[in-house]
T-cell receptor, first 119, second 114 residues
Framework: AQKITQTQPGMFVQEKEAVTLDCTYD???????LFWYKQPSSGEMIFLIY??????QNATEGRYSLNFQKARKSANLVISASQLGDSAMYFC????????????????FGQGTILTVHP | EAQVTQNPRYLITVTGKKLTVTCSQN?????MSWYRQDPGLGLRQIYY???????DKGDVPEGYKVSRKEKRNFPLILESPSPNQTSLYFC?????????????FGPGTRLTVT
């Protein structure tokens, strides 16, 4: 079973509008962390935001916020006031505290969502 | 500047010709790993290392080797590359394995095997 699922292969948004990128995850580990990364066309991976499974508040970093719904196992990324520079691939990733005893510390990634911001 | 560097950034090679992709970090990080990125699959971990001389397999280790003789370097070795290893490769490092430790990624190496 997929541990991280991003169901939106592509999303479009108008400049200055908000957009939500979906991410659902699957784990039986009570302790885990969720990350979002941005990959522009140049290819590098840029860390955006982190949410711990025991964090009481939803994480925010500038225009990025994470809508964390633990019971539904979802960790959607919300980008407010979209800018042309937000056009990129976005990856959701999870780190489990006990990844079946192997590769502790590994990030498991979703398939990614390509976001296009229109002027 | 704190960074992870990879070389080469682009490589086109032929089946069976051994190659090494170097990775170096200047942050004194203990934990390093290699990922490959393929369309529709996201990034998948190939190998990781928890410290010098300590390495282990990730999810897709077949066809790859690694070594960690120095803390800063973690080269990825393809002894006999095949076309199915055509991919975008990322090296990453972090100061710890705990949940919140950010992984710092290198710029990526785009490998084509013909």
């Amino acid at each position: 079973a997929q541990k991280i699922t991003q169901t939106q292969p592509g999303m479009f948004v108008q400049e200055k509008e908000a957009v939500t990128l979906d991410c659902t995850y699957d784990t039986s580990d009570p302790s885990y962390g969720l990350f979002w990364y941005k990959q522009p066309s140049s290819g590098e991976m840029i860390f955006l935001i982190y949410q711990g499974s025991y964090d009481q508040q939803n994480a925010t970093e500038g225009r990025y916020s994470l809508n964390f719904q633990k019971a539904r196992k979802s960790a959607n990324l919300v980008i407010s006031a979209s800018q042309l520079g937000d056009s990129a691939m976005y990856f959701c990733a999870m780190r489990e505290s006990y990844a079946g005893g192997t590769s502790y510390g590994k990030l498991t990634f979703g398939q990614g969502t390509i976001l296009t911001v229109h002027p | 500047e704190a960074q992870v560097t990879q070389n080469p950034r682009y490589l086109i090679t032929v089946t069976g010709k051994k190659l090494t992709v170097t990775c170096s970090q200047n942050m004194n990080h203990e934990y390093m790993s290699w990922y490959r990125q393929d369309p529709g699959l996201g990034l998948r971990q190939i190998y990781y290392s928890m410290n010098v001389e300590v390495t282990d397999k990730g999810d897709v280790p077949e066809g790859y080797k690694v070594s960690r003789k120095e803390k800063r370097n973690f080269p990825l070795i393809l002894e006999s590359p095949s076309p199915n290893q055509t991919s975008l490769y990322f090296c990453a490092s972090s100061s710890g394995r705990g949940l919140g430790y950010e992984q710092y990624f290198g710029p990526g190496t785009r490998l084509t095997v013909t």
